[in-house]
């Protein structure tokens, strides 16, 4: 894990390498995903069963096999262990409460001239949300996927989670049920970005597709983008936790945090900064004491060798600007009065405040949704929420009277652009 100094001549340099990353741009991986769309395009059903025998090896031999009904949903979610059930019910209410207060209703006024404008919003008519399947549990991804779009007022949240072998995890299928997902398909990878996109005979085409997903799933999801909305291209999970080394901070607390991250993936991101070198080197050694007790140590290691780092900063203000520069998914204040940061920090996709506030949390069960923007995005993005959900229309109501003057304005910008029928058709109404 390296040690960066904001003192060191070349810090911006090193700063500009630790953040670079190419998320889907490899030619060979457009080609292999390219190639994969169009085979879903043109034989759709047929082609989805094939790769998914391929890439997965499930053994079904027709698509109702990779069809998952809704009583086997609920027979999912009945079946959970008593504290698993409960865990899994209050992370959904809480998800659920907090997304409620995005809905957006549509509004129009009236301006001066009488003439009435605004703004209709409307719920998307079918979403796709992508789970990571397989043994591998991920029902927070449900969660945070299905139950904004059902807040928005979704007609249909069709669900694809792959399922090697055959194999699923239950707790992902009861996370279904219970966010009210209405048809499931157990396939994966680019092809199902592809059927979800233009759609089969058996898997409806949706609006938009949102949800985590590996790198082809990535690359397909830039692919369709234009046939279909998109929430984003993400990028490898990353935290960015911020401290001061004030008496209150427990070194362990911190190490955990970054690992957390880490864990995740071999190109996960783990930036601590710190304006205590003191701090700093307490941090690396609980990083190295914590790692030995780690099931997943080999791929925590590994992350923080390729793009984990330790940042000392002189002080608050640079702090702050190391935040801004790095725009981080996850941003962590390990500070007694964090809110003193909160009015310059220009860039950060959520940001977990105080020091009982790990990024854990908000993973699971804060109430925020937890698909963030990755790789600096956040300079530009928003975590998913209600509003990717819904679409706006405008309304323009022009009243006898009101035209006319309005009309005038649009004739004479018209002439200006050499619009000759743009300007006629405003004239029309002026009465001119």
Request: proline share 4%; charged share 20%.
């Amino acid at each position: 894990m390296r040690t960066l100094t904001s003192s060191d001549t070349n810090f911006d340099t090193q700063l500009t390498d630790l953040l670079a990353f190419e998320t889907v741009n490899d030619k060979q991986l457009l080609a292999i995903v390219d190639d994969i769309i169009n085979q879903v395009r043109h034989s759709g059903d047929d082609a989805v069963l094939a790769l998914t025998r391929q890439f997965d090896s499930h053994p079904a031999t027709n698509m109702q096999q990779l069809t998952l009904t809704a009583n086997e949903l609920k027979k999912a979610y009945e079946a959970l262990d008593g504290e698993v059930k409960t865990a899994l019910k209050t992370a959904a209410e809480r998800i659920k409460d907090f997304h409620q207060r995005q809905a957006q209703s549509s509004w129009d006024y009236t301006d001066n001239l009488g003439n009435r404008l605004g703004q209709k919003v409307t719920p998307l008519d079918r979403v796709g949300i992508y789970v990571p399947g397989g043994l591998a549990s991920y029902p927070s991804s449900v969660l945070m996927n299905a139950i904004p779009a059902k807040v928005a007022g979704v007609g249909e949240v069709i669900m694809v989670v792959p399922a090697p072998k055959g194999e699923l995890n239950p707790l992902v299928l009861a996370a279904a049920y219970l966010s009210g997902v209405d048809k499931v398909f157990t396939i994966g990878g680019a092809q199902a970005v592809a059927a979800l996109a233009y759609g089969t005979d058996s898997i409806p085409q949706v609006d938009k597709i949102t949800g985590p997903g590996n790198k082809y799933v990535a690359a397909a999801k830039r692919a369709v983008f234009g046939q279909v909305g998109i929430d984003m291209i993400a990028g490898p999970s990353e935290v960015l936790v911020y401290a001061e080394g004030e008496d209150g901070d427990n070194t362990d607390w911190l190490a955990m945090d970054l690992l957390s991250q880490a864990e995740h993936d071999t190109v996960a991101q783990a930036i601590f900064v710190t304006t205590s070198s003191e701090q700093l080197k307490a941090v690396e050694q609980a990083i190295e004491k914590a790692l030995q007790l780690l099931p997943k140590a080999d791929i925590a290691r590994e992350a923080l060798q390729n793009r984990g780092a330790l940042i000392l900063v002189k002080d608050r203000a640079e702090g702050i600007e190391v935040i801004n520069r790095v725009a981080p998914e996850h941003l962590e204040l390990s500070l007694d009065n964090p809110d003193e940061l909160i009015a310059d920090i220009r860039h950060a996709g959520a940001i977990f405040m105080g020091r009982h506030t790990p990024e854990a949390i908000g993973d699971y069960c804060a109430g925020p949704n937890h698909v963030l923007p990755t790789s600096g995005t956040a300079r530009f993005s928003s975590p998913l929420g209600v509003y990717d959900f819904q679409k706006k229309s405008s309304l323009i109501y022009c009243s006898v009277e009101g035209s006319k003057p309005l009309a005038q304005v649009a004739d004479t910008l018209a002439m200006q652009e050499d619009l000759e029928a743009h300007a006629r058709s405003a004239r029309y109404r002026s009465g001119q």
